[in-house]
């Protein structure tokens, strides 16, 4: 009985080809540890390029790999990143390009902050029950930062996060895109609090 509900719950979750995206919702980082007191001071200028963290997700094994499920995290990732850091700077200015030395002077920033998504790794896989279908689900972000000032490089450093959701597969795998954005937000805040912590941390960005 048991190997038969099974099979018919497993057998469900193959029919039919579907796309579940998968869209994290944009927050900030709220838990950055400062080893000082107050935001870092000053204005800084803050570019953002997050398109490798726009990838499909493959099953790892044979349930729901009639599906696609896309990640789609480059905007959530982007106001993330403003969010987090408008936390822990005084002035953010969002650029649509890096600027040079020279413009930073004539803007009158401190430095260029430039944060970018360079992978991401996800992983989701069916876990069969007596009744229903689990899913469990992982991401994995790493995240890049660097800071130039108006007389070179200040703070260069690459981060990662992990993050894990489980949850109902649902009907046809359709859990699967829930499960994912979830493991997807927890990821994006580990590694935006270790991004947030080297630049606030940092003895050369704050000895400008």
């Known amino acids: 009985m048991k190997l038969a509900v099974v099979a018919a719950v497993a057998a469900s979750l193959i029919v039919g080809g ?32 997050a398109a490798p963290l726009d990838r499909p997700i493959k099953p790892s094994d044979f349930n729901c790999s009639a599906h696609t499920f896309p990640l789609q995290l480059s905007n ?7 969010q987090t850091l408008t936390n822990v700077v005084a002035e953010i200015e969002v650029v649509q390009t890096p600027v040079d030395r020279v413009e930073l002077g004539k803007r009158g920033a401190r430095g260029m902050i430039v944060v ?33 000032g108006k007389q070179g490089r200040l703070l260069g450093s690459t981060v990662s996060g992990l993050g894990h959701s489980q949850g109902d597969a649902g009907f046809a795998c359709g859990g699967g895109g829930a499960a994912l954005a979830d493991a997807a937000g927890k990821s994006v805040e580990q590694t935006l ?16």
């Open 116 to 148: 970018r998504g360079e992978s991401v790794d996800g992983r989701l896989r069916v876990v069969p029950g007596f009744w229903t279908a689990g899913i469990e689900t992982d991401v994995e972000i790493v995240a890049s930062i660097t800071v130039d």
């Open 193 to 208: 609090t270790r991004l947030g912590e080297a630049l606030v941390n940092s003895e050369r960005v704050r000895g400008t």
């Open 18 to 49: 579907c796309s579940y995206a998968a869209k994290p919702i944009a927050v900030g980082s709220y838990n950055v540890y400062s080893s000082y007191d107050g935001k870092l001071p000053g204005k800084y200028l803050l570019y953002v390029e």
């Open 76 to 82: 959530s990732f982007a106001e993330s990143v403003r």
